[in-house]
């Protein structure tokens, strides 16, 4: 399909969904008012200038917007079409970002690219591509899901790959966050039941494996299980970020009075966001945040199950559930519910690859929906 067929029926598009787009929105202003807050102090030491953070996190902010309205227009037919090379890009992408001399290592992790003053992660671009081929592979193939070798296999070894790069980065988050994504669109793909109980007797082990192989996952584990028994080494940043909801209250300290981030509490604008908001705004602003997710989870969930089609199904469902299991990541090892894993909460930590992830995950969300209503309402009125 070519770029024009694209836009060709760019005539019947509806408008962006309001309740969708105003959750985004409102989350990603509400992010400038935190981030703001929490790195003031870090960016003054650091930079020597306090506003830096806040200014890149301006500069990213329209960029993920713009990207979100480019792909919303785009007819998500296109996407089905080019799902294999898009993978294919992607996966090249995560390969790339691990040769010395392309990829960037920070903090003993390789997943960045530098390109022009700006770190960018692949593994961003990689989320939906994967989604988008599962989407494709379980619409275009209803057929093959009986077999093994023809349904499931194909999928799993796709995900087995992408799982692959992301242990060898490392991003034990990514892959986890991937992994329960794609199982829950193998089951409502219908992809057989006794075909996904095998595979997870298979796969739990191996991530049993995976979990113990590297020292600093299992001390993750360790101090998840019981931070205070370290409260100064590897139970550190959880002890602090549980002090931060503790002191929090009902209430909270007041926007820009919280104390653990003044060098306490590290990457508290980025994967430890939460623990911010709940300090300076306690109890009240959390299950606020809490609410507005739910509100533009469920609408997602909501807009996936208007379509009989399985492909635009599969791929609203599969872009809601990454930006869900995302934010229930980052809450959970925010209050020691999860085990700690770098995962960024969605449109509200700093992070300028990731945010630009999110808003192709709601573009993508978008473009569905834009044609859907804008079809309906041409068809109702010719």
Not at 50 to 55: E, G, H, N, T
Request: with cysteine; aromatic share 10%.
């Amino acid at each position: 399909m070519s770029a024009v067929g694209m836009h060709s029926r760019d005539k019947h598009l509806a408008a962006p969904d309001p309740l969708l787009t105003g959750c985004v929105v409102a989350l990603i202003a509400f992010s400038v008012l935190m981030i703001y807050s929490a790195s003031l102090s870090v960016a003054e030491v650091r930079y020597h200038d306090p506003l830096r953070i806040i200014r890149h996190w301006l500069m990213y902010i329209p960029a993920g917007l713009l990207v979100m309205w480019w792909f919303s227009r785009i007819d998500a037919a296109w996407w089905r079409a080019i799902a294999l090379p898009l993978l294919a890009v992607a996966l090249l992408l995560m390969t790339a970002v691990l040769i010395p001399g392309l990829g960037m290592e920070i903090n003993g992790a390789r997943r960045w690219f530098s390109l022009a003053g700006m770190t960018l992660q692949p593994v961003e671009f990689l989320k939906p591509a994967v989604i988008i081929y599962m989407a494709y592979y379980l619409a275009t193939f209803p057929d093959r899901l009986r077999r093994f070798s023809t349904g499931l296999a194909p999928m799993l070894m796709v995900l087995v790959i992408t799982l692959l790069l992301l242990l060898l980065q490392p991003d034990f988050g990514s892959a986890a966050l991937l992994t329960a994504t794609c199982f829950c669109l193998w089951f409502v793909g219908g992809v057989p039941m006794r075909h996904l109980i095998g595979v997870l007797a298979t796969l739990l082990p191996v991530a049993a494996i995976a979990m113990v192989a590297e020292p600093y996952r299992m001390q993750r584990l360790i101090s998840f299980l019981d931070p205070w028994s370290d409260p100064y080494g590897s139970g550190y940043q959880l002890v602090q970020s549980m002090i931060a909801f503790g002191s929090g209250g009902l209430f909270g300290t007041g926007i820009g009075q919280g104390v653990q981030k003044l060098f306490y509490l590290p990457e508290v604008f980025t994967d430890f966001i939460s623990a911010s908001i709940a300090e300076e705004l306690g109890l009240i602003g959390t299950l606020g945040l809490i609410a507005v997710f739910a509100l533009l989870l469920g609408r997602g969930l909501w807009l996936a199950m208007r379509h009989e089609d399985m492909f635009p199904r599969l791929l609203i469902l599969g872009c809601t559930l990454l930006i869900g299991f995302a934010f229930i990541i980052n809450l959970g090892a925010a209050m020691g519910i999860l085990p700690t894993k770098g995962m960024p909460m969605p449109f509200v930590s700093y992070g300028g690859s990731a945010l630009i992830g999110e808003c192709i995950l709601i573009g993508l969300i978008l473009s569905v929906q834009r044609r859907s209503a804008g079809n309906q309402r041409h068809g109702a009125a010719s």
